[in-house]
């Protein structure tokens, strides 16, 4: 190992990615916290509005996985 390779700082790549997937959960659990609490503040459509979610992310999960 030279000198300069033992001086550069870095993180290995399995590091990288646990530290990428604590904070993708955390903002996923904020985001769906704050969708759940967004929903139950109206009463006055909750039906509705839940049922176009659902077909609204069903449609955009089926234009990301269609190459699948």
Same mark, same amino acid.
């Given at each position: 190992?030279?000198?300069?390779?033992?001086?550069?700082?870095? @993180?290995?790549?399995?590091?990288?990615? +646990?530290? +990428?997937? @604590? $904070?993708?959960?955390? #903002?996923?659990?904020?985001?769906?916290?704050?969708? *759940?609490?967004?929903?139950?503040?109206?009463? +006055?459509?909750?039906?509705?509005?839940?049922? *176009? +979610?659902?077909?609204?992310? #069903? *449609?955009?999960? #089926? $234009?990301? $996985?269609?190459?699948?």
């Amino acid at each position: 190992m030279t000198l300069s390779q033992s001086l550069k700082p870095s @993180v290995p790549k399995r590091g990288l990615l +646990a530290i +990428a997937g @604590v $904070f993708w959960t955390f #903002a996923g659990g904020m985001l769906l916290s704050r969708g *759940i609490f967004g929903l139950l503040d109206e009463h +006055a459509n909750l039906y509705i509005d839940i049922s *176009i +979610a659902l077909v609204g992310g #069903a *449609i955009l999960l #089926a $234009f990301i $996985f269609k190459d699948f």
